[in-house]
């Protein structure tokens, strides 16, 4: 894992035809702001090809370290995200739904220093402070609207899937605290798989999770979203770690709306997505880590939120259709 040297954001390519990604059998369309074109490159399969990779690898040198799971791994194995994702399920049949903290242990203590750092040598001003975000039109039609994901979000569901929601995914167990709260504890790299930070394996919490309401010190009105996005279904809460007094180092905020099909253009309603998490800037870093941090570990990361969000809607509807969960009102 490489480390910062101590010492924008996503533009959507104009002028070129926006690219749908089929998944599934479902077209989705990225884009990173709420007016900019749909992205015009595919950021599914070259991502979570890259970021299961890493994982893999890293993966099987915790595994020889600490003597566990040892059987999950064979000679002819790849690194394709298939192949991961049967490795972590095999790992957590033989080791528990907790193995991952031992096995990454080490990564957890390394991204606590470098979101300590981050923290330390930035504004404390969220007004300031720099989203890695994606919306993302997924074209279900029937099948999942967006209250049927919703409460797919807030159920079992959601967790039992997370960790094929994305390669860097390794522990999520949530509590619905009540009717529109909940908290989570969660285990899984952010951001940083292209960037020469490198991926942050993070163990944090997200205290309460809940209905943003903007205008605040910690919710500024800057972060609100357009008046289509229902506040019924959004949802806010800090990203804070499990160490070292519990620090916030992120802000996350999810939304999904329903997109009908007169709006989006083309035969077929849709859900779109938002995913965003608002970063302390690494504004008083040296420049390059800051152009680091500011351009390219937070673009790996609104990367990361495309997969997970692909992924995710791809298993809700599944599970909505066959009865497993309860995505009805």
């Known amino acids: 894992m490489h ?12 002028g070129a035809l926006a690219v749908t990604e089929t998944h599934g059998g ?4 990225v884009r990173w702001t709420n007016t900019s074109a749909a992205e015009t490159t595919p950021v599914k399969v070259f991502y979570e090809s890259a970021a299961a990779h890493q994982a893999i690898e890293r993966l099987k040198i915790a595994i020889q370290e600490n003597d566990i799971a040892k059987d999950c791994l064979n000679a002819n194995q790849s690194t394709s995200p298939a192949e991961l994702y049967a490795l972590k399920d095999c790992i957590v049949e033989a080791g528990g739904p907790t193995v991952f903290f031992k096995l990454l242990g080490e990564d957890i203590e390394k991204a606590n220093h470098f979101w300590d750092l981050v923290i330390s040598k930035s504004t404390p001003d969220r007004k300031k402070w720099v989203p890695a975000r994606a919306y993302v039109r997924a074209f279900y039609g029937n099948t999942l609207k967006a209250s049927n994901f919703a409460l797919w979000s807030a159920s079992p569901s959601a967790d039992s899937a997370n960790s094929r929601g994305n390669p860097e995914h390794y522990y999520k167990a949530t509590e619905v605290t009540g009717t529109t709260t909940q908290v989570s504890n969660i ?5 940083g798989v292209l960037s020469r930070f490198g991926t942050q394996r993070t163990n944090f919490t997200v205290p309460e999770f809940t209905i943003p309401d903007f205008g605040s010190v910690d919710y500024p009105n800057e972060w609100s979203l357009d008046s289509k996005f229902n506040s019924i279904f959004q949802r806010i809460g800090p ?8 620090k916030t180092f992120g802000i996350l905020h999810i939304a999904v709306r329903d997109v009908p099909a007169s709006e989006s253009g083309v035969d077929t309603d849709a859900i779109e997505v938002y995913s965003a998490v608002w970063y302390p800037p690494f504004d008083q870093a ?12 937070i673009r790996d990361e609104a990367y990361h939120m495309v997969v997970e969000i692909i992924n995710l809607t791809l298993q809700a509807q599944k599970d909505c259709s066959s009865g497993r969960a309860q995505c009805h009102l």
Not at 239 to 246: F, I, M, R
């Open 286 to 297: 040296c420049k390059a880590d800051r152009r680091e941090f500011q351009q390219r570990f």
């Open 187 to 191: 285990f899984e790299g952010w951001g």
């Open 239 to 246: 990203k804070d770690l499990t160490s070292g007094g519990g």
């Open 26 to 29: 479902v077209d989705f369309e």
């Open 3 to 14: 480390s910062p040297r101590l010492c924008s954001l996503l533009v959507a390519a104009a």
